[in-house]
């Protein structure tokens, strides 16, 4: 029995268990605002592989999912902030990538079906320029100037947010604007990928894992994808690539020994990782420990670097999954969208310049639609097919959870930096 036959077994016959175990763990750690899930799913096994709390793509959510996510946007904001009626999203520096654009218009909108006010404001904007864009859909947008007034946020045109919601990862640093203001910042500019680690990530992923799969009968193995955190490495200067290549054997030996007892005949690889950052900077293959020690200049200069510039000197060695998932032939990707802690939608991203084994978040990437089962949407909006949703849902809800237990010294709302 596979990982999504189990998981679909459970939900349909312990439903009510699931949602006992989520709301349990919801209660002792309230998730994030938002988060994306990427999840590999090789047929076997099923595990998240990256989880981000800044996500961009709900342009590629379906109708459904898009009313769900406005209905838990809502819940949200009924519960914790009843009173507020004018947020500021602070998105990336994206202006010329139009699917972000169009991601941002889907943003909007989410807000604005509940009657909320809710506009852009720029971390890149100067005095007095606005930025005006377009979205792909033909909806015009404007990023306004930020400014502060003490520990208050606001924009240059007078706009003064009650929630400020941020869209952009802060792969570079933590800007000085967003840090020690009244207003609540979701999620909190501490869990930047300034500051976030992806090892630490994975090891509350791990525990909450092992506890779900203790209750419910299963391989914890299934869920999971096994890692290792590096030390500090120069891939420059070539220096911390002997504790590389021991790492990247010390995951392949694990992987060895699970291949043997389910009877796996695929030689084991794994994805060396930048520790932190997102976009699919940073990532390499491996299949042996060798090839760490001789990586040649081309291949140091891609780990060395990473988004906005940032120097790379901490790596994850995360084991690999390959997809058995594909769209019209291409390897594809499920990733998952959650709002406080509930699946909403999801997609799929498809890369056809790469097979079943490869990084898919690299150029040359699409994104196709997931189907709603839920809503029993499947045959009625252009996506793929049998697209598993509630199952996947299942893995990224814990993934969601083991966000909102990772510990950096902040509080939930930012205090403290």
Same mark, same amino acid.
């Given at each position: 029995?596979?990982?999504?036959?189990?998981?679909?077994?459970?939900?349909?016959?312990?439903s009510?268990?699931?949602?006992?175990?989520?709301?349990?763990?919801?209660?002792?750690?309230?998730?994030?605002?938002?988060?994306?899930?990427?999840l590999?799913?090789?047929?076997?096994?099923?595990?998240?592989?990256?989880?981000?709390?800044?996500?961009?793509?709900?342009?590629n959510?379906?109708?459904?999912?898009?009313?769900?996510?406005?209905?838990f946007?809502?819940?949200f904001?009924?519960?914790?902030?009843?009173?507020a009626?004018?947020?500021l999203?602070?998105?990336?520096?994206?202006?010329?990538?139009?699917?972000?654009?169009?991601?941002l218009?889907?943003?909007?909108?989410?807000?604005?079906?509940?009657?909320?006010?809710?506009?852009l404001?720029?971390?890149?904007? #100067?005095a007095?320029?606005?930025?005006?864009?377009?979205?792909?859909?033909?909806?015009?947008?404007?990023?306004?100037?930020i400014?502060?007034?003490?520990?208050?946020?606001?924009?240059e045109?007078?706009?003064?947010p009650?929630?400020?919601?941020?869209n952009?990862?802060?792969?570079?640093?933590?800007?000085?604007?967003?840090?020690?203001?009244?207003?609540?910042?979701?999620?909190?500019?501490?869990?930047?990928?300034?500051?976030?680690?992806?090892?630490?990530h994975f090891a509350?992923?791990?525990?909450?894992?092992?506890?779900?799969?203790?209750?419910?009968?299963i391989?914890?193995?299934?869920?999971?994808?096994?890692?290792?955190?590096?030390g500090?490495?120069?891939?420059?200067?070539?220096?911390?690539?002997?504790?590389?290549?021991?790492?990247v054997?010390?995951?392949?030996a694990?992987?060895?020994?699970?291949?043997?007892?389910?009877?796996?005949?695929?030689?084991?690889?794994?994805?060396?990782?930048? #520790?932190?950052g997102?976009?699919?900077?940073?990532?390499?293959?491996?299949?042996s420990?060798?090839?760490?020690?001789?990586?040649?200049?081309?291949?140091?200069?891609?780990?060395?670097?990473?988004?906005?510039?940032?120097?790379?000197s901490?790596?994850?060695?995360?084991?690999?999954?390959?997809?058995?998932?594909?769209?019209?032939?291409?390897?594809?990707?499920?990733?998952?969208?959650i709002?406080?802690?509930?699946?909403?939608?999801?997609?799929?991203?498809?890369n056809?310049?790469?097979?079943?084994?490869?990084?898919?978040?690299?150029?040359?990437?699409?994104?196709?639609?997931?189907?709603?089962?839920?809503?029993?949407?499947?045959?009625?909006?252009?996506?793929?097919?049998?697209?598993?949703?509630?199952s996947?849902?299942?893995?990224?809800?814990?993934?969601?959870l083991?966000?909102?237990? #990772?510990?950096?010294?902040?509080?939930? #709302?930012?205090?403290?930096?």
């Amino acid at each position: 029995m596979t990982i999504l036959d189990t998981l679909k077994s459970l939900d349909e016959s312990r439903s009510e268990d699931i949602e006992r175990w989520f709301a349990q763990k919801r209660a002792e750690a309230a998730p994030f605002f938002y988060t994306s899930v990427d999840l590999r799913h090789s047929g076997l096994r099923l595990a998240p592989v990256d989880t981000n709390l800044y996500p961009a793509g709900f342009n590629n959510l379906s109708p459904a999912a898009r009313a769900r996510a406005s209905r838990f946007i809502k819940r949200f904001l009924e519960e914790h902030y009843p009173q507020a009626k004018r947020i500021l999203i602070v998105p990336e520096n994206h202006t010329r990538n139009l699917n972000y654009l169009e991601n941002l218009a889907t943003l909007l909108s989410l807000f604005e079906t509940l009657g909320i006010e809710v506009q852009l404001g720029s971390l890149a904007a #100067e005095a007095g320029q606005p930025i005006e864009l377009e979205a792909p859909s033909g909806r015009k947008l404007a990023e306004y100037p930020i400014k502060r007034d003490g520990d208050h946020l606001m924009l240059e045109n007078g706009f003064a947010p009650e929630i400020i919601i941020v869209n952009n990862d802060m792969t570079a640093g933590a800007p000085t604007i967003l840090q020690g203001l009244r207003q609540p910042v979701l999620p909190p500019v501490g869990m930047g990928w300034w500051q976030r680690r992806k090892s630490v990530h994975f090891a509350a992923y791990k525990t909450l894992a092992h506890e779900f799969a203790a209750q419910f009968s299963i391989d914890p193995w299934l869920m999971c994808a096994e890692f290792h955190r590096c030390g500090l490495v120069d891939f420059k200067e070539r220096t911390g690539l002997d504790c590389l290549a021991n790492g990247v054997e010390a995951v392949l030996a694990k992987m060895r020994q699970k291949y043997a007892q389910y009877g796996i005949a695929e030689a084991p690889y794994v994805y060396v990782k930048a #520790e932190s950052g997102t976009y699919g900077m940073g990532v390499m293959t491996a299949r042996s420990a060798d090839e760490m020690l001789d990586l040649n200049k081309k291949d140091r200069n891609k780990m060395q670097i990473i988004k906005e510039g940032t120097r790379n000197s901490e790596v994850i060695i995360q084991e690999g999954i390959p997809t058995i998932d594909a769209v019209s032939g291409k390897p594809a990707e499920p990733v998952v969208y959650i709002i406080d802690g509930i699946p909403v939608g999801g997609m799929y991203r498809v890369n056809g310049g790469r097979d079943a084994y490869g990084n898919l978040n690299a150029a040359g990437m699409e994104f196709t639609g997931m189907c709603d089962e839920v809503e029993d949407e499947c045959g009625k909006w252009k996506s793929v097919q049998n697209c598993h949703f509630r199952s996947f849902g299942i893995v990224a809800a814990i993934a969601a959870l083991a966000a909102a237990r #990772e510990d950096y010294g902040v509080g939930k #709302e930012g205090e403290g930096i």
